[in-house]
RNA sequence: GCCCCCGUGGCGGAAUGGUAGACGCUGAGGACUUAAAAUCCUUUGCCUGAAAAGGCGUGCCGGUUCGAGUCCGGCCGGGGGCACCA
């Protein structure tokens, strides 16, 4: 038990008691223990080439307290950690040296674990999992049937990015300033075949649901800035050119239809062409090209300049029959409402620009209440505020949130509209063109082959079969699911990384494995350069070359650390039971939309399937800062201000990067590293050490079983017990540790200590330096480790105190000070004041108008 | 442009509307030492003052309150998110 060094020798300690808790298997989590559970849950990491930055220990001592606490306040803790490991730089590195991405994957994953290793953490390392493992994948793709089998995934041609030097497609989300986010190269617009999962069937209740979090504030205001939901109308103008039927506009304010004065269509409407007279069509063509050719960054730069050309048609108004131009400019876009508006340039920024450059009619229908709070009387345009209509017959008067319901009725009574929700959150792009991700678990048959299954019911279909149509051959491909037991469906080998040329992975070259004979029986493929077996019921196949995106892994492995070992599902349902979602998720707040939006949108779903009990994922969130360079900028490789944690346990020990990165300031701000700042936190650990132990190693001589402490040690050993347990709680650490700090300091006053005060003091310390308290504990003859023993109380009895100090104030100013005993009312305090000479001189020669006591506080004394 | 967050000593930061600057770093002085490191003690917001004490002070301006770093309004500065979403 415990080294026997006699001094702080961290590089001995550290190692000896990582060595004893995994002996021990101290973090095992149990899923049949009969104690309450507590989850707590870091964002797994991306392993990448670097290894760890100071960053990554930042969340994960903070996770890593709390476990600690937890367990010793009596929890079964599970407290997992894994590996992110899909991801483009694996990939990239294969394609340059051409030796598989798995190979390399590992070699990062053993550099992260033994640096993670090295910081104490106590994760459940048999609860380890890795996203790119079969065993693992394998349930990534079984998820994926399920949403496949209830319609939310389909396939569509999507217009996306595409990287001509990465060869790779890329999300919006990997795109920064027009380039690629990997290695900042060009990107252009192509369109390809690509997975899209239904997320919007799910916008309302990801929206709604946001009310049940434990979130902060902002995440969840960013979520729902995401989703976008916004309160509207879809309304129906008539066309003059009446065989083409009406055109469809979403708006969010019906109530001003009577100022409309134009109509705009995305340039890609479908019916821009057939509404383009022919004197026009040269101007229009061109824009149209000229609109096509530029990014949508392009577009959004030019955003204070707007463009647009006239078709030459008009639509009618069906509020009031008038006529109304239609143009075609990029300000509307496509992807939004139906790519078409009605313009009303007094009442909206954007139109209001445009039709002051083309100089078209502006019509004000929305007038500001006179005299109101809100309402000048002034008719600026545009006027975007409160207000009553004008200028719209039958109508006029009205306040415009009633006008917009009662206009949206009556054109719906004339079938000429509806109310509708729309949301800026669009379908969520689930494929890539790589090489390094999960493969769909899916065959690509003929119309025939699919009727044939559906009628034998083989697989779980969707409602509506999801297909698309080959353009050079004129073929409708069908896609089938992979029944459950030909899971998982693992990568081939390939002979290169480089993406075909052609848009597709590089699976599109591993013919043997993508062309093949598939048995709809037996759920078996062989290469389809075969011959047909004669038994069984083959049918020929093509298999999915687009992969998963690296969001997929990530989007249940929460729920895989229940139960990461077993075969028969992605997790027991016991296991799911007892362990349910994670009670707190700390990760970086660069997740706060996407993958935090993904995985709640996959727990839905599994909801809905029954399959886990809550509807979602992550009840309580916290996002630790970002740890900045010395110089206050972010730390990068490039600035050369990268501070590695491996350093600074080789010079300091973990227990103290721990402490100093928890000691910084709030876990939630942004701070700058201060590498002098790390000496005080390593002096306060070595004063606990000389605290404890004397020169000799053994115990100090000034600590006994059973000795007086002065009472003020005493009431702050249990203040001490009582703010470090609360802002262990909320996260405080910085707080918790300079409390500790302060008691120390005055444990190194007193001439005596009792045992148990020291050893209350290593407990406190423990989940924070948990290599020294262990060390120390068992030094102090401690039994087992100091983790396993029942947190410390707050005596509340010794929190009280006989006598308070009361501030003397002066009209609010600080004047002095006097105690007074406990209970001690307004009269007594006063009088005390009174018969103070150097207190009442503040008072001389002045007219007491009030008195305010808070008692405990201040005697405020009011004078003229 | 819109939305959100944040501005406190030389530095990181602390403060349920109630002593602003806890705790730590740095600096200064001292003890120990042949010397240095380490350690320990004192001190460290600014101004006046020998001291006692007093005045000023939480980005700026105003307000509410007996009392404001904290609440409200307006500005200035920094950071994050969204970005023609009709």
């Given at each position: 038990m415990a080294t026997h060094c006699k001094d702080y020798e961290f590089l001995q300690i550290e190692p000896y008691w990582q060595t004893y808790w995994s002996d021990h298997q101290s973090f095992r989590a149990a899923s049949d223990s009969t104690k309450p559970k507590y989850y707590v849950?870091?964002?797994?990491p991306y392993p990448?080439?670097?290894?760890?930055?100071?960053?990554?220990?930042?969340?994960?001592?903070?996770?890593?307290?709390?476990?600690?606490?937890?367990?010793?306040?009596?929890f079964e803790v599970l407290h997992p950690i894994g590996w992110d490991a899909f991801g483009l730089p694996a990939e990239q590195h294969a394609v340059k040296t051409g030796t598989h991405p798995a190979s390399n994957t590992q070699n990062n994953i053993s550099k992260f674990r033994q640096q993670i290793k090295s910081l104490g953490f106590s994760y459940d390392w048999d609860r380890e999992i890795d996203t790119t493992d079969p065993r693992y994948l394998r349930w990534t793709q079984w998820i994926f049937l399920?949403?496949?089998?209830?319609?939310?995934?389909?396939?569509?041609?999507?217009?996306?990015?595409w990287c001509p030097e990465l060869r790779t497609v890329l999300a919006n989300e990997e795109i920064v300033d027009g380039k690629s986010e990997v290695g900042g190269f060009p990107v252009e617009r192509r369109n390809l075949r690509q997975w899209v999962l239904r997320i919007t069937a799910y916008a309302e209740r990801l929206l709604a649901d946001l009310k049940e979090v434990d979130w902060p504030e902002s995440t969840k205001r960013m979520q729902e800035a995401w989703i976008g939901r916004s309160e509207g109308a879809e309304l129906l103008f008539g066309l003059e050119a009446a065989n083409l039927g009406d055109l469809?506009?979403?708006?969010?304010?019906?109530?001003?239809?009577?100022?409309?004065?134009?109509?705009?269509?995305?340039?890609?409407?479908?019916?821009?062409?057939?509404?383009?007279?022919?004197?026009m069509r040269a101007a229009v063509d061109d824009y149209r090209r000229k609109a096509s050719g530029k990014s949508d960054l392009e577009r959004t730069d030019l955003a204070k300049d707007k463009s647009g050309v006239f078709t030459g048609s008009f639509a009618i108004n069906p509020a009031n029959g008038a006529r109304v131009p239609i143009w075609v400019a990029d300000y509307v876009v496509m992807g939004y409402g139906t790519g078409a508006i009605m313009a009303v340039p007094a009442h909206d920024e954007r139109d209001y620009e445009f039709a002051v450059r083309y100089q078209l009619p502006i019509i004000q229908v929305i007038e500001p209440e006179v005299g109101s709070v809100n309402g000048t009387g002034s008719h600026e345009l545009p006027f975007l505020g409160e207000g009553n209509l004008v200028h719209s017959d039958g109508y006029t008067g009205l306040p415009w949130q009633i006008a917009k319901k009662k206009i949206t009725e009556d054109l719906a009574a004339k079938q000429r509209g509806r109310a509708t929700v729309n949301y800026k959150l669009r379908d969520w792009l689930f494929s890539r063109q790589r090489y390094w991700g999960e493969p769909f678990p899916v065959l690509w048959i003929s119309s025939e082959d699919y009727q044939r299954c559906a009628a034998a019911g083989l697989s779980a279909l969707p409602a509506t079969p999801v297909t698309y149509r080959d353009a050079a051959s004129q073929t409708e491909w069908f896609a089938l699911p992979l029944p459950e037991q030909s899971l998982p469906l693992v990568l081939p080998d390939v002979q290169s990384y480089l993406p075909s040329g052609s848009g597709e992975s590089p699976l599109a070259n591993v013919t043997d494995w993508l062309e093949v004979w598939y048995d709809v029986k037996t759920g078996a493929t062989i290469p389809a350069s075969q011959p047909r077996p004669d038994s069984g019921e083959w049918i020929r196949g093509r298999r999915e070359t687009n992969t998963m995106p690296q969001w997929a892994g990530s989007c249940w492995y929460y729920l895989r650390f229940t139960d990461p070992k077993n075969e028969q599902a992605f997790a027991s349902p016991r296991a799911l039971e007892y362990w349910g979602v994670p009670d707190l998720y700390v990760g970086g707040a660069e997740h706060a939309v996407l993958h935090l939006l993904y995985a709640r949108f996959w727990h839905k779903v599994l909801f809905d399937e029954g399959l886990v009990g809550q509807s979602e994922p992550f009840r309580k969130l916290f996002h630790q800062g970002i740890i900045l360079g010395e110089d206050g900028e972010k730390m990068s490789k490039s600035r050369g201000n990268v501070v590695n944690p491996d350093a600074i346990i080789a010079s300091h020990g973990t227990d103290t990067l721990r402490l100093y990165l928890m000691f910084l300031g709030p876990l939630e701000a942004m701070k700058p590293w201060n590498p002098r700042g790390i000496e005080g936190v390593h002096r306060f650990l070595h004063r606990v050490w000389r605290l404890a132990l004397g020169a000799d190693g053994e115990g100090n001589p000034k600590i006994k079983p059973d000795t007086q402490e002065p009472a003020t040690l005493e009431k702050l050993l249990h203040e001490t017990i009582k703010k470090v347990s609360e802002d262990i709680e909320t996260l405080r650490f910085n707080t918790a540790i300079s409390q500790m700090m302060v008691l120390s300091n005055a444990m190194q006053d007193a001439p005596q200590l009792r045992t148990s005060t020291v050893r209350t003091l290593l407990q406190l310390l423990a989940p924070f330096a948990p290599h020294l308290a262990e060390e120390l504990w068992a030094r102090l003859g401690g039994q087992g480790s100091i983790g396993a023993v029942p947190w410390p109380v707050a005596d509340t009895a010794k929190l009280v105190s006989t006598e308070l100090k009361i501030i003397m104030q002066v009209n609010g100013k600080h004047r002095g000070e006097f105690f007074v005993p406990v209970g001690t009312l307004q009269d007594g305090a006063f009088q005390?004041?009174?018969?103070?000479?150097?207190?009442?001189?503040?008072?001389?020669?002045?007219?007491?108008?009030?008195?305010?006591?808070?008692p405990g506080k201040i005697l405020n004394i009011v004078v003229e």
């Open positions: 849950l870091d964002m797994f990448s080439g670097s290894g760890l930055h100071v960053g990554h220990p930042e969340g994960y001592t903070a996770t890593d307290i709390i476990a600690r606490y937890k367990r010793a306040k009596g399920q949403l496949f089998k209830r319609g939310l995934a389909y396939v569509d041609e999507r217009p996306v990015w469809k506009v979403f708006t969010t304010r019906p109530d001003t239809i009577f100022g409309v004065t134009y109509m705009v269509l995305a340039p890609e409407h479908p019916l821009v062409a057939a509404l383009t007279l022919p004197a005390t004041v009174q018969e103070d000479p150097k207190l009442s001189s503040h008072l001389a020669n002045k007219t007491i108008k009030r008195v305010i006591y808070v």
